[in-house]
């Protein structure tokens, strides 16, 4: 089993195990050489020290020596004896005799005051050092010590030098070698044999993981991983089957909330259609396929404009996954205006990570067709009361003519008129629903040329001058230029430009100003406001105000009088938003009508 070839972990973990225990090995090695080296030195000094000691006891004895000879002798004998060099230097620095060196050749000797051993010996009496010697070219170790003689007649003053061959030589690493490469070669087969066992054990441990790991992933999700006694890392086990526990636990929620999704997605009584990020179907409700695709078509995988025959329907879905909307609403109208749909798309995301658009299909066919219906109805309605009314109010204008002066036709008078007022009355009504009706039927975009708003803004204004001179009211013009021109329906302006006028000299007081501007407003469009300084509109009339008969109740008899109808600003807000912009109310004291309309 051992020998078996390892796998590459194994190998790897062998050659770290390996280069771990060499390097303990080297440093254990080297430690252990230099404190052997240390302890050895220590202890060859100490000897040497010992047999100096001895000598110098011996030398205290044998002295006086007959002459220099024989003192070299004795030297030369005990040398010998102690298998040591000695030697005697004077306290001069000169060498008197040398175990080692022959007599006659002492003279050439040069002078040895300046040896470590010496200096040291001459301040202390004992002095010692280790240095390479030249002569017999291997470390030696002296140790001197301060120490007299007598020979013959004289007597010297100075140091009897012991020299030994280092220890630190004697002992090299050379000489553990064998035993060096023995202790390691059985390292070395002992953290092999260790690190296969041990990766075994950690393989067969991880292989299990694996299994574990590869089950899970199969979908066997019911899986645990079972503790032993003998399990290298029970924690890791602990860990594992908690997060098996997690993964089941979440998956077990997103299959329910999947479930859910796909029940409601069939249930539901609107078309849902999920594309991916490059703007293919991914997914359609039955209700999609069913009403709006067609049964039988194939989808999956294709883009919207070869299933759904709407180019509206495809530029909004590359706007959205092009990022130029995060969401657009739009109608599409399908099948020649038989289906029309209100649609929503949006932008699906992941923390901004973009990975698809998803498009939900109301169906709002039965809403337009009553809307259509409902339209048509007044608009016919509108079209048979104009004939008759215009008869009613021609012969009551005939008749209020041909009627004699005389006191007693004036209740005659007095009945006739309130029949003109409310025939007037009822023909303006007529109109306005009729135009209402015209502004709300279709889109104008196919009559829009260029027209200059200050040019529409002064023409609608001559037609109101009546009125104003009425009330002694001027129009007080602000513009930013002379020209601002807009791609529109210049009739529709003109209706939008008089039904604000009449509205705000209706509430203006006599003889004050009308302040119109007219601006720029951002770089693509224009803003028209018209401020006068009425009653104003309540902030919670505001929104209100511009729903077809929806009218501010204020009680005062002017108002009642007026005639009220409600549909003036219905109609602007219908030709302004026809016309791509947006119209509101604003101001605190009088109202402020705004509105903005798209720049050429
Ligand atoms: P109408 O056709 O009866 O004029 P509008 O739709 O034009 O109706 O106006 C709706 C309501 O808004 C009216 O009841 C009117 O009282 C109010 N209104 C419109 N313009 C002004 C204004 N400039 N100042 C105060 N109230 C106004």
Redesign the pocket.
């Known amino acids: 089993m051992i020998f078996r070839k390892p796998s590459p972990f194994q190998a790897k973990l062998i050659a770290y195990f390996w280069l771990v225990s060499t390097i303990a090995f080297l440093c254990a090695g080297y430690f252990y050489k230099v404190t052997i080296n240390k302890v050895l030195t220590e202890e060859a000094f100490q000897e040497a020290r010992d047999k100096l000691d001895t000598m110098v006891t011996l030398l205290r004895k044998n002295q006086p020596f007959d002459n220099l000879n024989s003192f070299y002798e004795w030297l030369k004998e005990n040398g010998l004896l102690f298998r040591a060099r000695f030697t005697y230097i004077e306290a001069s620095g000169k060498v008197l005799a040398d175990s080692e060196v022959a007599f006659d050749k002492i003279e050439s000797l040069e002078n040895h005051l300046y040896r470590e051993e010496i200096q040291e010996a001459l301040k202390t009496g004992v002095g010692k050092s280790t240095r390479y010697s030249a002569t017999i070219k291997r470390d030696l170790m002296y140790v001197a010590k301060r120490c007299d003689v007598s020979i013959g007649n004289s007597s010297y003053e100075g140091f009897l030098r012991i020299a030994l061959i280092s220890q630190k030589d004697k002992t090299s690493l050379h000489d553990l070698f064998p035993l060096f490469v023995a202790s390691f070669s059985a390292t070395f087969i002992f953290v092999c044999v260790m690190a296969l066992w041990i990766t075994k054990r950690l393989y067969s441990y991880l292989n299990e993981i694996l299994r574990f790991a590869d089950d899970i992933a199969k979908g066997n999700i019911r899986r645990r991983l079972i503790a032993t006694p003998n399990d290298e890392f029970p924690e890791l086990l602990t860990a594992i089957n908690s997060m098996a526990d997690a993964i089941e636990s979440q998956l077990s929620q997103l299959t329910e909330t999947k479930e859910t999704l796909t029940i409601v997605l069939q249930g539901m009584g609107d078309g849902v259609l999920v594309l991916d990020k490059w703007g293919k179907i991914r997914m359609a409700n039955p209700y999609m396929v069913k009403h709006i695709i067609g049964e039988g078509t194939s989808w999956e995988g294709r883009y919207p404009i070869e299933v759904i025959p709407s180019i509206e329907f495809q530029d909004a879905v590359r706007d959205v996954i092009y990022g130029k909307s995060r969401s657009l609403k739009l109608k599409v109208s399908l099948r020649d205006e038989e289906s029309v749909y209100d649609v929503t798309i949006a932008r699906l995301e992941r923390e901004r990570d973009f990975f698809g658009v998803v498009a939900v299909f109301h169906d709002v066919s039965e809403m337009m067709r009553i809307e259509k219906v409902r339209r048509d109805f007044v608009a016919n309605v509108s079209h048979a009361l104009r004939t008759p009314l215009t008869s009613i109010k021609g012969y009551a204008e005939a008749l209020m003519d041909t009627l004699p002066a005389e006191e007693s036709f004036a209740q005659s008078r007095t009945f006739l008129g309130i029949v003109l007022k409310n025939a007037e009355y009822m023909m303006k009504l007529v109109e306005?629903l009729l135009k209402l009706a015209e502004v709300e039927a279709a889109s104008w975009v196919k009559y829009f040329k260029p027209v200059n708003l200050a040019e529409v803004a002064a023409e609608a204004w001559d037609v109101c001058r009546p009125m104003a001179l009425g009330k002694k009211v001027e129009l007080e013009k602000s513009f930013t230029a002379s020209s601002f021109m807009v791609n529109g329906y210049r009739e529709q302006l003109l209706t939008v430009f008089q039904?604000l006028y009449?509205?705000?000299l209706?509430?203006q007081p006599s003889g004050v100003p009308l302040k119109l501007s007219i601006s720029s407003y951002g770089d693509e469009e224009i803003l028209v406001c018209l401020e006068?300084k009425?009653?104003?509109?309540d902030k919670a009339?505001r929104e209100r105000?511009?729903e077809r008969f929806?009218?501010?109740?204020?009680g005062s008899k002017k108002?009642k009088d007026?005639l009220?109808?409600?549909?003036?600003?219905?109609i602007c807000k219908h030709i302004v938003k026809n016309h791509g912009g947006k119209i509101w109310v604003e101001g605190e004291k009088?109202?402020r009508?705004c509105f903005t309309l798209l720049k050429i």
């Open positions: 306005r039904n009449e509205n705000a209706r509430y006068d009425g009653p104003g509109i009339h105000i511009f929806y009218r501010v109740e204020r108002e007026a009220q109808m409600g549909l003036g600003l219905a009088g109202a009508f």
